[in-house]
């Protein structure tokens, strides 16, 4: 894990993934002494975004004194692109189990969405002595066809970039009205790579025409393996969500019934960047126990 750069709290580190891939990640409280007797906390995004969408998160878990890490999946951020397209759900998990071995240490795993049904079966495969907690960010194996698809258009609708990063905030805000618009733009920088005069988003275009990964074909082997799982489980929803329902929630906890539940009511699909404060509150509750 060679340390590339620090910045604002965190270091830039790199981690081997499957087919050496070379994954990027940002890392708090690496060396801190204190942590030695605390799992790490590995945060995995959601498909489109990136590590800085935990940068809010990491920093209040860091400053609670955990050891934290935000990873790049694999298209995504400043992670390698995957040869053929293979963005799988298996081939994530891949990565992230790798991952695991680098880290050498008992983990608390935290996803959105694609990060989430990735977290569930890297749980089930690494067993509870590796993956000793698991938050989901909303995100059930029965999620919304509707909310996804919406997801889905939004991705492809802009996949030939924006002239501006005014343009791109405008189709953000169309996307999430609900969302405080930002009246400075510089933040969508991490997001986004100026190439050829044109802003675009900083994630493989391929990712949305993955071979042989229809979500909703895995959904009973996502739930199987959710349903086997004897860790403590948190699920958080964005109460605003068109991805995860209610119906869902409660067909999830029926199925999983030791998992607990936080709903935010300020947040949507994209909760930890839609109300920061209430998600990081809820997340800190449960690790910290």
């Known amino acids: 894990m060679p340390v590339s750069s620090a910045k604002s709290g965190s270091q830039t580190v790199e981690f081997r993934g499957d087919k050496a891939l070379t994954l990027v990640a940002d890392e708090w409280n690496r060396d801190a002494p204190e942590i030695a ?19 809010n998160t990491g920093q209040v878990l860091a400053d609670h004194g955990f050891h934290v890490i935000a990873l790049d999946a694999r298209g995504h951020g400043d992670s390698d692109r995957a040869p053929n397209a293979e963005y799988t759900v298996d081939a994530l998990s891949a990565d992230v189990l790798l991952v695991l071995e680098q880290i050498g240490r008992p983990v608390v795993l935290i996803g959105a969405s694609m990060g989430g049904l990735t977290g569930i079966l890297v749980a089930e495969h690494a067993g509870s002595a590796k993956v000793t907690k698991l938050v989901l960010v909303d ?10 698809a919406r997801i889905r258009d939004f991705m492809f609708s802009h996949v030939h970039g924006f002239e501006n990063l005014q343009q ?34 900083h994630w493989d275009p391929a990712f949305l025409t993955a071979p042989d990964d229809d979500p909703f074909a895995r959904v009973e082997r996502l739930e ?3 349903i086997d799982l004897t860790i403590p489980i948190l699920l958080i929803r964005g109460k605003l969500s068109d991805v995860v329902s209610a119906e869902g929630v409660q067909d999830f906890l029926t199925k999983v019934p030791h998992a607990e539940f936080v709903e935010l009511a300020d947040a949507g699909h994209t909760a930890a960047g839609d109300d920061n404060d209430a998600f990081s509150e ?4 449960f690790v910290t126990r």
């Open 224 to 226: 199987q393996a959710a």
């Open 168 to 201: 791109a905030a405008d189709a953000i805000a169309e996307y999430l009205p609900h969302r405080k618009r930002p009246k400075n733009l510089d933040g969508l920088k991490k997001n986004l790579r100026l190439r050829d005069g044109r802003w675009f988003w």
């Open 37 to 55: 007797d605390r799992p790490t906390i590995l945060m995995l995004h959601g498909g489109g975004q990136n590590r800085f969408s935990w940068k």
């Open 282 to 285: 809820a997340v800190v509750s």
């Open 139 to 148: 995100v059930v194996p029965r999620f919304e066809k509707g909310g996804s």
